[in-house]
């Protein structure tokens, strides 16, 4: 019973409140990577409403216009593309589209494989073992070869795309919610729960689950940036997201033959890329220290 009541009591203790009082107190560089996820983020949900323009429209006499701080007009702030499209409203949709299809992947991944590797830890025996040969067989194919095979057969629907993105980081999914599952099942308190008759399904609830969800919201969130990569590059290859839809990948694909002549085409979505994925990493690596068990006694 005391062991219960110390797992419940570990958010109210003093410990508890010294780790958020450290992430309040966090570097200046990661509240600099916050503030520019929550920009990024409201200039995406916002597309629709702040887009200058309606990206697909196309005027061949404004093509390749530079932007305002090149010596272009305000007409269009951050010039136009080859197709005489404005850039900074296909930016803004091609944000939209990454980041969603990005946030897709990474639930839909992070839903199978933590199903997966909860069942496996949970039911263990044939079960335990079908899911490891599966995790083993998919960790052994690389991820750009997972996807292109997929898309290949399925199609490049935003559905499929977003099935296939994320079920590219299944495994790592699967072998966290696992492992996490293994070890809170050999706890103590367990036992102790288990003695005073809890119910199992309140323990799977109450404890295994709400245990391994804090490593699985880790690992989605460091993964998130190399799903952010994937679908640029799958976009950038031309198999990704088609147009007249807009992604920050596929900018940058259409854009690789003006490199020379104009290098704003794909320098401006490509740092876009670039700081989606910093930002995310860094917000990651906050939250694995946040979450870190290592750390409540410090």
């Known amino acids: 019973m005391a062991g219960i009541s110390a797992a419940k009591e570990t958010v109210a203790s003093p410990v508890g409140l010294r780790r958020i009082m450290r992430l309040k107190k966090a570097p200046i560089i990661l509240r600099l ?45 951050l010039g136009t593309d080859h197709l005489g499209r404005d850039l900074l409203s296909r930016l803004l949709f091609g944000l939209r589209t990454t980041l969603l299809l990005s946030a897709a992947g990474v639930v839909l991944g992070a839903l199978a494989g ?31 070869l997972f996807a ?19 079920l590219c980081d ?40 709400r245990n391994a969800l804090s490593a699985l919201i880790v690992i989605a969130t460091i993964n998130f940036s190399t799903i952010v990569i994937l679908e640029s590059s799958l976009s950038f290859l031309g198999i990704g997201v088609q147009p007249p839809a807009a992604s920050l990948g596929q900018m940058v694909g259409e854009a690789r033959d003006y490199l020379i002549s104009d290098w704003r085409l794909a320098a401006i979505p490509a740092v876009l ?11 990651g690596d906050a939250l694995r220290d946040f979450f870190d068990p290592h750390l409540r006694g410090n």
């Open 114 to 144: 933590g199903v997966a590797g909860l069942a496996a830890g949970l039911l263990r025996g044939w079960v335990e073992r079908i899911v490891v040969v599966c995790v083993d067989a998919h960790a052994s194919i690389p991820s750009t």
């Open 33 to 77: 990577a916050q503030i520019v996820l929550v920009v990024l983020l409201v200039a995406a949900v916002l597309a629709p409403w702040i887009s200058p323009y309606d990206m697909s429209s196309q005027r061949l006499l404004a093509r390749l216009k530079p932007p305002i701080f090149l010596g272009g007009t305000s007409d269009h702030i």
């Open 148 to 166: 292109l095979t997929a898309i290949a057969i399925a199609g490049s629907n935003p559905l499929v795309l977003a099935f296939v993105i994320g």
């Open 273 to 283: 890329i670039v700081m989606i994925t910093i930002a995310v990493a860094l917000v």
């Open 170 to 209: 299944f495994d790592k999914y699967a072998r966290v919610a696992r492992s996490e599952t293994l070890a809170i099942l050999g706890k103590p308190f367990l036992d102790a729960a288990i003695a005073v008759g809890i119910p199992r399904h309140r323990i799977v609830t109450h404890y295994v689950i």
